[in-house]
């Protein structure tokens, strides 16, 4: 281990204050410990945020949600208000990690939580999104878990996250706050694809802190769900996932939201299925024809050709569970 100072403010100006001064905030503590065990990390400051009051979930006046950065994992997972309007939500956190790590990750961690690329994390491979400029291991390297859409010459990692996939599906925003004071980016517009600068992961300014995800109004009725495919059943990253919210009224598909996951080095909204879904009525011909669409412009690697049939089969099959008619 290498030497750090360690404060926990419990106020949120103070916090921000020591952020701003270099601080490297800590939660659940179940990204940073690691990278920081693996030297991947080495922040001279560690601020702990577990004490600030950023908790709670509340349904917003404009028929929303809105939930703390701190509440963790499994309290957001079977919270009455997510379980019943946003069982997408409940999905993918139950689908993530194990309990002991759902009891103690936040849900502003589990956003901003770093790829589980292999090379990332060895630091004696090359790596640009750890050091700028070293090269990319995973390129030339054993890929098979790497992403097949939004990569760059830069980076081919994927965002690990199953959460964050099923908030872009939903639209959400995420509240920041920072010295300079408070805002709100959306979701698909925080998460930064790798393109040039892969080290820089979102649209987080020096200091900056989430305080809360909100999810937007969203016509009713609704459904939802999330479906992951993965190596093995439990604690483990998706080879791919899908979530799907519809709108379905009188017959017809009115709005259709699909994100992906496992395959992008950002969650992955999927245009081109929603596009082939609105304003149709539901079929098992229509799933099959939209989900077609899923891996449209995937750029494989060498060992991960198998994501490109692997989502299109995913997107389907979810499309039949939330859509109905099997
Ligand atoms: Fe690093 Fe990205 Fe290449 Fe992985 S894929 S080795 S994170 S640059």
């Known amino acids: 281990m290498f ?11 103070d916090a921000l204050a020591a952020g701003a001064s270099g601080g490297r905030y800590i939660a659940g503590g179940t990204t940073l410990v690691d990278l920081m065990r693996q030297t991947v ?24 949600l809105r939930i703390g950065a701190l509440v963790s994992m499994s309290d957001a997972a079977r919270h009455r208000l997510v379980r019943t309007a946003y069982p997408v939500i409940s999905q993918a956190l139950e689908l993530s ?19 589980r690329c292999t090379y990332f994390r060895d630091v004696t491979a090359a790596c640009n999104k750890r050091e700028p400029g070293s090269g990319c291991a995973a390129r030339g390297g054993w890929n098979r878990t790497h992403a097949i859409l939004g990569t760059s010459e830069a980076c081919v990692a994927t965002h ?4 964050a996939v099923a908030l872009i599906a939903l639209d959400a925003t995420v509240h920041l706050a920072g010295v300079d004071g ?9 998460l930064l694809p790798p393109g040039t600068t892969p080290d820089r992961e979102h649209d987080l300014r020096p200091g900056e802190l989430i ?17 992951k495919v993965r190596d093995r059943q439990s604690y483990e990253f998706a080879l791919t996932s899908a979530a799907v919210v519809l709108h ?22 999927l245009h081109a299925v929603e596009r082939e879904l609105v304003g149709r009525r539901p079929s098992p011909p229509l799933w099959e024809r939209a989900a077609r669409h899923a891996a449209d412009g995937a750029r494989p690697l060498t060992h991960n050709g198998f994501k490109t049939g692997l989502l299109e089969r995913t997107v389907e099959r979810q499309l039949r569970t939330v859509g109905g008619l099997r």
């Open 3 to 13: 030497p750090f100072t360690y404060t926990r403010p419990t106020s949120t100006p």
């Open 41 to 64: 990390e080495r922040p001279d400051s560690v601020v702990d945020i577990a004490g600030l009051p950023l908790g709670g979930i509340t349904a917003t006046r404009g028929g929303g």
């Open 97 to 115: 990690a194990s309990p002991q790590l759902r009891n103690m990750a936040s849900i502003g961690g589990n956003v901003l939580q770093r790829t």
């Open 160 to 163: 690990p996250s199953d959460l």
């Open 182 to 190: 408070a805002r709100r980016v959306a979701l698909g517009d925080f």
């Open 211 to 227: 305080t809360a995800v909100e999810i937007p109004a969203h016509p009713r009725p609704l459904s939802s769900g999330y479906l």
């Open 248 to 269: 379905i009224a009188d017959g017809v598909i009115r709005t259709a939201r699909v994100a992906a996951g496992g395959v992008g080095t950002v969650p992955w909204r």
